[in-house]
């Protein structure tokens, strides 16, 4: 089986550079499977209503089959590829079978389920005020939005689905300071990562 590490945090608090940091130069030993790829899709909604922080935007169920193939190493292991410039996915890839995954995203162990899912949970703390600054930028430069539409859609949904994933602090097995820089932080887990594979026999 492989270990399955949850890595959750407000919007904007460094998940992604988190499992970046982690996975450097281990593709066929870590995987990331990250939350933004189980969007449902607003359909026929306007995407500038539409809240994409609710736990209900989420495919919850296809979410939580693809951890638990990720933690059997069951191949294929299909999971949808999202387009957020559309609002929709456009197609579906394999997740390669790997001895440890990096499950990331800032809502989704809102559900109790995904939390029992994973092996361990880390909560990357960042206080709101730098997160939103990094998700302003993050979503001007890789999302086509402008700021208008991100501040809007922060003080309309965001601020309040990271009101309930600070709730989630308390729930975690380990919480990495963000407000700076996490590096200390990244490599000493990534030494803890390499020590396990090396128990589970991963060359």
Do not use: W
């Not at 590490?5 to 919007?11: E, F, H, K, L, N």
């Not at 607003?42 to 209900?56: H, K, M, R």
């Not at 109790?112 to 092996?119: K, L, T």
């Amino acid at each position: 089986m492989a270990l399955v590490i949850g890595i959750t945090g407000v919007s904007g608090s460094g998940k992604s550079r988190l499992c970046s940091l982690l996975a450097e130069g281990q593709d066929s030993k870590i995987t990331v499977l990250c939350q933004d790829n189980f969007y449902n899709g607003c359909g026929s909604i306007d995407p500038d209503v539409y809240n994409f922080d609710d736990l209900n935007s989420l495919d919850v169920e296809s979410l939580t089959l693809a951890i638990h193939n990720c933690k059997n190493r069951q191949q294929p292991n299909e999971i949808p590829v999202y387009d957020h410039s559309q609002h929709k996915r456009i197609g579906y890839r394999n997740l390669e079978s790997t001895h440890v995954v990096l499950v990331e995203g800032h809502m989704m162990f809102q559900d109790p389920g995904i939390r029992d899912a994973v092996d361990y949970l880390l909560f990357v703390d960042t206080d709101m005020d730098i997160a939103v600054v990094r998700r302003l930028k993050r979503d001007i430069a890789e999302r086509g939005r402008n700021v208008n539409e991100v501040t809007s859609r922060y003080m309309r949904h965001v601020r309040q689905a990271s009101l309930k994933t600070l709730d989630i602090r308390d729930k975690a097995d380990f919480i990495i300071p963000n407000n700076k820089s996490f590096t200390n932080a990244a490599n000493l887990l990534r030494s803890h990562i390499d020590f396990l594979l090396k128990e589970k026999g991963a060359k």
